[in-house]
C-alpha cells in the first residue's frame, strides 16, 4: 500500500492530464508571480489556469463517476483508472492493485474541489472509512515494513495501523531532513516510535538524513540491480 498526501496526488494528476511543471528558480520576485498568475514551489512553477484545467478535469471526468459515500481511497482508486499517463503515481498503483491512501486530502486542491461538489451535489468523503482496510490489511500481514520518505500525516497514519493490532512494525526505513530536536513527528526518531509500541523491539530500523530526491533513486537503482542478480527458480 501507499500512503501520500494531497499535494503529492494533485501534482501528479496535473502532469498527467498533460499539464507539465516548469523549473525555474528560487531566486525570483513572487509579488510579480502572484500578478502573472503563477505559482511557485521552490524553484518550481506552475501557472494559476493549471489548477482551473485540473477543476474541470475533475468535474467532468471523476467526481460524477463516484458513489454518493466514498472513501479517499475509493476516491484515488477512480482518479487513478480515468488517467492514462503511465508515467501517474495514481494509474501505476489502480494498475497494480496497490491501494493508496491519503488521510489529509482535505489539505489539497482535490479536497477543495471536493467540498465545492459537494455544495450542490448529494456527496460525501468517508475520511474515517480507510480505517477499517487499512487496520485489515495489518491483522492479515505476515511481516510489516514502513518505508517512509519525509514525515507529517502519512507517516503517522502508518504508524499508528499497528495500534489495533497485536503487531508491530518488523522493519521501518525512513529517508528525512527533519531532525528530532523539534518535537515534530516529521523529525521523530523511528527508536521513540518503539516506546508507543508501533515498531517492534527486535525491529531493523534505519534513519537516513538526506535529499530524498537523491537518496531514494539511489535505493531504488540499488534494489533494480540486486533483483536481477538474485537466481530464478
Known amino acids: 500500500m501507499l500512503v501520500t498526501t494531497g499535494a503529492n496526488i494533485v501534482h501528479d494528476v496535473i502532469e498527467a492530464i498533460g499539464l507539465p511543471h516548469l523549473k525555474g528558480t528560487e531566486v525570483v520576485d513572487d509579488v510579480k508571480l502572484y500578478k502573472n498568475k503563477i505559482n511557485r514551489i521552490y524553484d518550481v512553477f506552475l501557472p494559476e489556469s493549471y489548477f482551473s484545467d485540473l ?25 487513478g483508472e480515468r488517467l492514462e499517463d503511465p508515467h501517474s503515481i495514481l494509474k501505476c498503483a489502480f494498475d497494480a492493485e496497490v491501494p493508496v491512501f491519503c488521510p489529509a486530502v482535505q489539505d489539497s486542491i482535490i479536497g477543495l474541489q471536493a467540498w465545492l461538489y459537494k455544495q450542490s451535489n448529494s456527496f460525501t468523503i468517508d475520511a474515517l472509512a480507510d480505517m477499517q482496510e487499512l487496520i485489515d490489511l495489518c491483522y492479515e500481514a505476515k511481516h510489516a515494513g514502513a518505508f517512509f520518505v519525509g514525515g507529517g500525516v502519512p507517516k503517522n497514519f502508518i504508524l499508528q495501523s499497528m495500534l489495533l493490532t497485536p503487531k508491530d512494525f518488523d522493519y521501518a526505513i525512513q529517508l528525512t531532513m527533519d531532525r528530532p530536536e523539534t518535537g515534530g513527528l516529521s523529525g521523530a526518531t523511528l527508536d521513540e516510535a518503539r516506546s508507543w509500541g508501533k515498531i517492534g523491539e527486535n525491529a531493523k530500523s534505519v534513519a537516513v538524513y538526506s535529499d530524498a530526491t537523491i537518496t531514494l533513486p539511489l535505493i531504488v537503482a540499488a534494489a533494480k540491480d540486486r533483483s536481477k542478480r538474485v537466481p530464478t527458480s
Do not use: D, M, T
Not at 477543476?55 to 484515488?76: D, H, M
Open 55 to 79: 477543476e474541470e478535469w475533475l468535474q467532468g471526468e471523476v467526481f460524477p463517476n463516484l458513489p454518493q459515500a466514498v472513501s479517499i481511497r475509493e476516491l484515488c482508486s477512480l482518479i
